[in-house]
């Protein structure tokens, strides 16, 4: 019973929040770190969803995509540390098995989520 109500509360924090909430089930691969890092592989269908936090003391924060044979890199963050601490993007460019590479001119902690 209490599933059923569910997907009105999404709804509701949406509307309310300006919150974007999906059920688990659209979420391909979430990852955290800190500093310089590849990612573990998955498997994405273009379009893909990448949502990233990055907190550090400054400096730049980058995400790219690397297909597992590396003949497709895709660049799909470049921000400043100074700025939002978090955003999303829609990528459209590359499909397949991959990875994404962490980088930044300092260390950060970060997340990165890949969805639907």
């Not at 990233?52 to 921000?79: E, R």
């Not at 829609?90 to 098995?97: A, F, L, R």
Request: charged share 10%.
């Amino acid at each position: 019973m209490i599933i059923s109500w569910v997907p009105t509360l999404l709804l509701f924090l949406h509307r309310l929040f300006g919150v974007q909430c999906s059920p688990s089930t659209n979420t391909i691969f979430t990852e955290s770190g800190t500093g310089y890092s590849n990612t573990y592989h998955f498997t994405a269908a273009s379009p893909w969803k990448l949502n990233w936090t990055a907190h550090g003391d400054g400096g730049s924060f980058v995400v790219q995509s690397h297909s597992l044979n590396n003949d497709q890199v895709l660049g799909i963050v470049g921000t400043s540390l100074s700025g939002p601490p978090s955003g999303s993007t829609w990528v459209y460019d590359i499909s397949g098995p991959m990875y994404l590479r962490i980088e930044g001119s300092r260390p950060a902690d970060w997340t990165v989520e890949v969805s639907r």
